[in-house]
């Protein structure tokens, strides 16, 4: 996901967003173009520690709230109180710190951020490490709906369960290769196993197309 957001060159392949081949793109540019990545390390590349509950959530589209030579508050804290509401965010006030919330809740900032940017396709790594199993369910639920309304949902887990709770394909990858790939009334344990173990290479360009 580093490397298709642009903070890592692709060693091999190309990457494609709808007919558009990505080459020299920076992060805010590929940002610009509707990609966006909920980071595995959230506290060190997901969040600003020392920023409230607010500022996280915005920070990553503050021009959105620029209005001629100012930035209009009461736009900003509408949208910042839209996505608390419509993520169920469970924080007393936006203004509170980021470290006051618990992980699963830091989460849900983190793609809030991610969400006020109007992404196409929305990449999540490991968005289920470290928080308590509801907030599991809560983030699984929050990605089931953005794919409904059309978003391309893409997420990377090291837990085989998540696989058959939410994707409707499963590409499986061992050491740096694609050894399988599933689409979800095809999934079993032994397959997935096996393929994690494989050694096999299957080639094709990297491709991140939004969903119809």
């Known amino acids: 996901f580093e490397c298709l957001m642009g903070q890592h060159p ?33 506290q060190r590349l997901g969040l600003i520690q020392k920023l409230s509950v607010a ?24 949208e910042i109180h839209a996505m608390i509401r419509s993520l169920s965010i469970k924080t007393q006030d936006p203004q509170q710190p980021i470290t006051s919330l618990s992980g699963g809740n830091q989460q849900k900032v983190v793609v809030a951020k991610s969400l006020l940017t109007e992404p196409q396709v929305l990449m999540l790594d490991e968005p289920t490490r470290g928080i308590d199993v509801g907030a599991k369910a809560e983030i699984f639920e929050i990605m089931n709906q953005l794919a409904e309304k ?19 394909r499963v590409i499986v990858l061992s050491k740096g290769r694609v050894t399988g790939e599933f689409l979800h009334d095809q999934l ?12 096999q290479q299957t080639e094709h360009p990297i491709t991140a197309q939004p969903s119809k």
């Open 188 to 199: 079993t344990e032994e397959a997935l196993v096996l393929a994690a173990g494989a050694r």
């Open 10 to 42: 692709e060693a091999s392949g190309e990457i494609c967003l709808d007919d558009l081949k990505l080459r020299n793109e920076t992060i805010r540019g590929r940002i610009d173009l509707g990609m966006m990545l909920v980071p595995e390390d959230r």
């Open 55 to 78: 500022h996280n959530i915005t920070l990553a589209n503050l021009r959105r709230f620029v209005t001629s030579f100012w930035l209009s508050e009461a736009r900003e804290l509408a």
């Open 150 to 168: 059309g978003l391309a949902v893409l997420f990377v887990s090291s837990e085989l369960p998540e696989m058959f709770v939410i994707p409707d």
